[in-house]
């Protein structure tokens, strides 16, 4: 059978590791050709500092030598620049005249150094910092000059400050923010990273705007907005990235500010395909190295004929050593409403932790100088967990690394990179009797890209080698200490829940009985703990069905009595879009519109929820940002659950499609039913589909006797509701 031609536009991180992914799910698939603009194979440009810096040579850094290549059937045009895409003929051609057709086609073009619009900026002597061509440019100008100025205080500029240090330049760094980092850092770990940069040489100057790079013919210094001057020698330009889209947009791809996809990395063009930094997805084109890898998979499934998982996004995180300093930065860490949680700041160490957190969530952290909780702390923003969770757990006599290495659950990413997991890590440490990190890294490529995870590495290498390894302990999370819900009770937002079920199960009818069963502070409760309890009340005394399949369904009796002390959420708001009216659906969604807002105006909810119902053309109600949204559809109809049109923005997730108009009322009401039954009170709906995974509820929803079943319990519900 003939192999498919496949064509990669990009030699870079991205790409490759997209390729190397399609390679493990079927080697004998496609003839793979890879254009790269550079003249050398794939290598890591997270490190480019490191050689700049001395640490490693360009041959430590090369990621796929040419042996990859040549082993694996890859045929490689390196030095070759794509410059056109002939989308009708499905083929490609370069500056040199190169012309290969495709039956898919990957653009991973990346990005390059954006040049701010400063006077002066292409004088002789202003580099930017992106390639290895550009580390022997700025070490070639180290023989000549002495004084070079940065200009960008994120990480990047720093790290090439770090790299002028080290060839011996008096450095300075210029960046118009009040500290360095302000977008993964907040004020008090910049101040402490500024300190120790400035102990190694580096010297700043914050908040300040260049206007000129001064100079006849080749650089000579700096003049800023407030008329001040700063002499140099070399400029570096070290202020951000813009994807690589000119290829696209002279193809008429769709771009925006990059190349526009979808959840399955596919552009406007059928058969091409985008990925990495020239991608973007919902609005977001990553520069970070775990989101590519992220859309590397899914695409590389999606391009394969397998069955994928949509990418739906990333927290964009950093887990880095800024110039010898380990640094940890994830989620909102600064701005309204974020809240701190924890902060702790140990100045004899050197160390700093502070995670933020809003309506009791976590949604960020940062650490300095010590990064060993980075893993779990992602964990924990990821999930948008209760910041009941970040209650440490007993001391075990090991170091603080070695129990943050215990703490962490086996399944948890360690590299998120390379994404290999704390049980990966420490199968191959057993397996292969591994003594060290840069084992680890052989063996697994834990710590082999951006070397963030390194400490963590450190740790399970410490802590497997030590001896005090707990047999049984590795096999699960420690169970996490709740925050009660309000001052009437010890019961936190879970145990509460929990303790509901129990009660109704053993004969409890109502709130007040409950309470006075659980000691309640407060006869009557209060106004946190009263709603919550008055809607465990409604959904158990109408017969929940939990994910525990041996608990059974809890029918009302005829004397239950509810709580009515309180405000509650209640009865779904309805959406029904703009149709035409001689459109042959238009009096489908009509109709279907009527059912869910009759059918659903007395429903209890755990949070205010919205629905639409609309034919997803000119219509002007938005389906996909609507908690349920109902969608015409080729094949009937379609609903999607968990949009959000407000902060944060989130996008609905198909969750299955039915062919009549009966059968998707009753998949909407039971994926409104499994939300009701298994989240929390004051859950929203966004949330509650992010923590559970669109996969777990498709498995419930869409099986036919469950789907039923949680209709008809809406239903009734609804219909009790009604005559109460």
Not at 464 to 469: A, D, I, L, P
Not at 574 to 592: C, F, H, L, N, Q
Not at 606 to 621: I, K
Request: aromatic share 6%; net charge negative; proline share 4%.
């Amino acid at each position: 059978m003939r192999r498919k031609k496949l064509l990669v536009v990009g030699n870079g991180m991205a790409g490759i590791r997209c390729v190397e992914e399609i390679l493990k799910l079927d080697p004998e698939l496609f003839d793979i050709t890879i254009f790269g603009a550079e003249p050398r194979p794939n290598y890591n440009r997270i490190l480019l500092s490191k050689v700049l810096q001395g640490e490693h040579s360009l041959q430590d850094i090369i990621l796929n030598d040419w042996s990859w290549y040549e082993l694996h059937g890859i045929r490689l045009l390196a030095g070759e620049t794509v410059c056109h895409i002939d989308i009708k003929s499905r083929a490609v051609e370069t500056v040199s005249g190169i012309r290969e057709t495709y039956d898919a086609l990957i653009l991973a073009t990346g990005s390059s150094p954006y040049i701010p619009p400063i006077t002066g900026a292409d004088k002789e002597g202003v580099i930017s910092f992106r390639t290895v061509d550009d580390c022997t440019k700025m070490t070639e100008m180290s023989k000549m000059y002495t004084k070079a100025a940065v200009i960008g205080g994120g990480l990047l500029g720093l790290e090439a400050a770090r790299g002028l240090l080290h060839l011996g330049m008096d450095t300075q760094v210029v960046h118009n923010a009040p500290y360095i980092m302000n977008r993964q850092l907040d004020r008090t770990a910049s101040m402490m990273l500024q300190r120790e940069l400035e102990a190694q040489g580096m010297q700043f100057n914050l908040a300040k705007d260049t206007t000129r790079i001064v100079g006849r013919t080749r650089a000579q210094g700096l003049r800023f907005m407030d008329g001040t001057r700063l002499d140099a020698d070399v400029v570096v330009l070290a202020v951000g990235i813009k994807p690589n889209v000119e290829l696209a947009q002279r193809s008429g791809i769709r771009t925006q500010r990059a190349i526009l996809v979808d959840d399955f990395m596919r552009t406007s063009e059928p058969n091409i395909y985008a990925v990495g930094e020239c991608a973007e997805h919902r609005g977001v084109s990553y520069g970070l190295v775990a989101p590519l890898y992220e859309q590397g998979k899914v695409l590389a499934r999606v391009i394969c004929g397998r069955e994928a998982e949509p990418y739906g996004g990333s927290i964009p995180y950093s887990q880095l050593k800024v110039s010898g300093v380990d640094v940890f930065s994830a989620g909102v860490i600064s701005g309204e409403g974020a809240e701190t949680a924890i902060q702790h700041y140990d100045a004899v160490c050197g160390t700093y932790k502070k995670v933020t957190m809003r309506n009791g969530r976590v949604t960020g952290a940062v650490l300095f100088g010590n990064t060993n909780e980075g893993s779990s702390l992602l964990t924990l923003v990821q999930q948008g967990a209760a910041v009941s969770e970040l209650i440490p757990s007993e001391s075990s006599g090991l170091s603080a690394a070695e129990s943050a290495a215990e703490a962490l659950p086996e399944h948890e990413t360690v590299c998120a990179c390379n994404g290999v997991s704390k049980a990966a890590i420490m199968a191959a440490i057993t397996e292969h009797h591994l003594e060290s990190s840069d084992e680890v890294k052989e063996h697994t490529r834990a710590s082999g890209s951006c070397g963030g995870c390194r400490p963590m590495v450190d740790a399970l290498v410490k802590y497997m080698r030590s001896g005090k390894r707990k047999e049984g302990l590795h096999t699960e999370a420690r169970t996490p200490i709740e925050v009660p819900v309000c001052e009437c009770t010890v019961l936190g937002p879970s145990s509460l829940k929990q303790a509901v079920v129990h009660a109704v199960s053993q004969g409890c009818h109502s709130v007040q009985d409950f309470m006075l069963r659980q000691g309640w502070k407060k006869p009557d409760g209060c106004e946190v703990c009263c709603p919550a309890l008055r809607f465990y009340f409604d959904i158990e005394m109408t017969g929940a069905v939990h994910h525990d399949e041996r608990s059974q369904p809890i029918k009302a009796s005829a004397d239950d009595v509810f709580y009515k002390g309180s405000r509650s959420y209640q009865g779904v708001k309805v959406w029904v879009g703009d149709t035409e009216g001689s459109k042959p659906e238009a009096a489908s969604i009509r109709k279907i519109g009527e059912w869910l807002r009759t059918g659903w105006r007395e429903v209890s909810l755990p949070s205010p929820v919205s629905a639409g119902v609309s034919d997803c053309t000119a219509s002007s109600v938005s389906i996909l940002v609507q908690g349920i949204g109902i969608s015409v559809s080729p094949a009937g109809w379609e609903v999607y659950l968990g949009g959000h049109a407000a902060h944060p923005v989130r996008e609905g997730q198909l969750i299955g499609v039915a062919e009549s108009e009966e059968d998707v009322v009753q998949l909407a009401a039971a994926s409104l039913q499994w939300y009701r039954q298994n989240s929390m009170y004051e859950e929203p709906l966004w949330r509650w589909v992010e923590r559970t995974g669109v996969t777990a509820i498709r498995e419930n929803v869409l099986d036919d006797d469950l789907q039923r079943e949680l209709a008809e319990q809406l239903s009734r519900y609804a219909w009790e509701a009604q005559v109460r």
